[in-house]
């Protein structure tokens, strides 16, 4: 097998399930929960929670809570057979969280007694719009959410509370990564989500940016009918079958994007689409697409070298069975997506899900990597 020494992305694999932004309440206890563990040797052993107050530019010393990694996680676990630690990767961390707090600091502590910054959670946004986001939920309450089997389906865990609660943080997600990539939401005035499965993505976008003309597509009947059956009007769905055309206009959208969509189809499919949506976007426009780049290729193939070499050799591979569904996969390193994606230029590249090199506590997408690729083909500049 050839040795891989530089290896990119972030060992830390996390994901703070609860409290998402949205549902943050200020001057009271709030519990933190989610699971983290190093994809390697090392094992994280605590979250230490330390706070940074208004009237300071530094943090308190002492942590303002602390919690074990211990919580059994066999979900997780089972993603990650290399990894022991992840069997036991969740934790829970109750904080008070204070009106005079600026910042909460989380930190993991690993079993040596070594420590680092997991994420940074800034409060001004949130105490800012803590009326929009009251507004947001008692919104968001009243739309239908899709039973434990039909997230299933798209989620790959049938958790009906986390999808809900996924809804407005995905789309600020998307929003974030659109604007660390100099795109600016009032260019965008309509835009289609492929492979939108119930359109739960959709629905944050109806509640938070309402003036954009929304389209949604995905292969999957069951799906996409629930979708139809359950979402406002304004939201228009169409089937697709599972390779082009789709049924738009030429130069009908100004972004597109396709959230683990791609990590579950065939390279020659992706080419194919990859041909439509040329078509369809306006030129000068938009896709953000997440893929599975090197982190997922090494944890699926740990004991399997040649699909290793494969993928580090073309840049890409697959693996598993039933084109489309969550059983396959495929994986991209960045210059394979260049290949891809020919025609575009890459405007935002965010490994993990990063921004700015800083973890994101909640992701649209785990951690694939996000792209924000711009259609210049035929466009100056
Ligand atoms: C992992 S799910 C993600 C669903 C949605 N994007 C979300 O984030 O909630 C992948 C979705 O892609 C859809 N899909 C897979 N292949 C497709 C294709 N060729 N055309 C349209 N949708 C497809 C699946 O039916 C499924 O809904």
Same mark, same amino acid.
């Given at each position: ?95 008070? @969280? ?5 910042? *909460? !600091?989380?930190?993991? +502590?690993?079993?040596?007694?070594? $420590?680092? %910054? #997991? ?51 995905? @789309? ?5 990564? *659109? !604007?660390?990539?100099? +795109?600016?939401?009032?260019?965008? $005035?309509? %835009? #289609? ?71 579950? %189809? ?116």
């Amino acid at each position: 097998m050839i040795e891989y020494s530089n290896k990119q992305y972030d060992p830390i694999v996390f994901l703070m399930e609860s409290v998402k932004p949205h549902l943050l309440e200020i001057d009271q206890y709030n519990l933190f929960s989610g699971w983290v563990f190093f994809f390697g040797k090392k094992v994280v052993k605590l979250i230490n929670v330390y706070e940074c107050c208004i009237s300071s530019t530094e943090r308190g010393l002492d942590p303002i809570a602390t919690a074990e990694v211990n919580i059994r996680r066999q979900d997780i676990a089972d993603f990650v057979p290399t990894i022991p630690a992840a069997k036991k990767c969740g934790f829970e961390v109750d904080v008070f @969280v204070g009106k005079n707090i600026k910042k *909460l !600091s989380f930190d993991v +502590v690993f079993e040596d007694g070594s $420590s680092e %910054l #997991l994420f940074e959670q800034e409060m001004d946004e949130i105490r800012e719009k803590s009326s929009y986001f009251g507004i947001l939920r008692s919104r968001l309450d009243k739309i239908n959410m899709p039973d434990g089997d039909l997230v299933y389906l798209t989620q790959g865990s049938a958790n009906v509370d986390e999808y809900k609660n996924s809804i407005i943080p995905s @789309v600020m997600n998307i929003c974030d990564y *659109l !604007s660390a990539s100099g +795109v600016h939401l009032n260019e965008i $005035s309509s %835009l #289609l989500d492929f492979g939108c499965g119930t359109g739960r993505l959709l629905t944050g976008w109806n509640l938070i940016e309402p003036q954009i003309e929304l389209f949604g597509c995905d292969f999957n009947m069951e799906l996409l009918g629930w979708a139809e059956n359950n979402l406002p009007d304004k939201i228009c769905f169409t089937k697709n079958e599972l390779i082009p055309p789709l049924p738009y206009r030429s130069g009908q959208f100004d972004l597109i994007y396709l959230i683990s969509v791609f990590t579950h %189809l065939t390279l020659e499919t992706q080419q194919v689409w990859v041909n439509d949506f040329k078509r369809i976007l306006k030129k000068g426009g938009y896709l953000l697409v997440t893929l599975h780049g090197e982190l997922y290729a090494i944890n699926c193939f740990y004991d399997n070298d040649p699909m290793l070499d494969r993928f580090y050799e073309k840049g890409t591979e697959c693996a598993g069975e039933k084109e489309g569904s969550n059983q396959f996969s495929s994986f991209h390193t960045k210059e394979y997506v260049s290949q891809l994606f020919d025609g575009f230029e890459c405007v935002g590249y965010f490994q993990n899900g990063r921004i700015n090199d800083g973890r994101v506590p909640f992701k649209v997408s785990s951690a694939q990597d996000v792209y924000v690729l711009r259609y210049t083909d035929g466009v100056n500049g």
